[in-house]
């Protein structure tokens, strides 16, 4: 019969590679939230970049800045469809 004291904890081997595993998770997860906040921040400066564009087009188009342009309505119409 074997004695029960000497399988009643875990040996310091089986709590090291338990450490070192809790360990390679928290750094997987960590290293996850630094590349979604990245790609995060390239999307915003993309999306920056790409306002700037359309800005300059239009104002090279219609030589106003959108929101300043006098003559909208003659070009589009009216947003309502001419109703008052």
Do not use: C, H
Not at 8 to 13: D, E, K, M, N
Not at 31 to 46: D, I, N, P, Y
């Amino acid at each position: 019969m074997k004695n029960p004291s000497k399988n009643a904890g875990f040996t310091l081997v089986e709590v090291s590679i338990g450490i070192a595993i809790l360990g390679l998770l928290v750094g997987a997860v960590i290293g996850g939230r630094a590349m979604m906040e990245s790609q995060r921040l390239r999307t915003v400066s993309v999306d920056a970049r790409n306002f700037i564009i359309a800005t300059r087009q239009f104002k090279e188009k219609y030589a106003y800045l959108p929101g300043d342009f006098p003559t909208a309505t003659t070009v589009w119409g009216r947003a309502d469809g001419g109703r008052q």
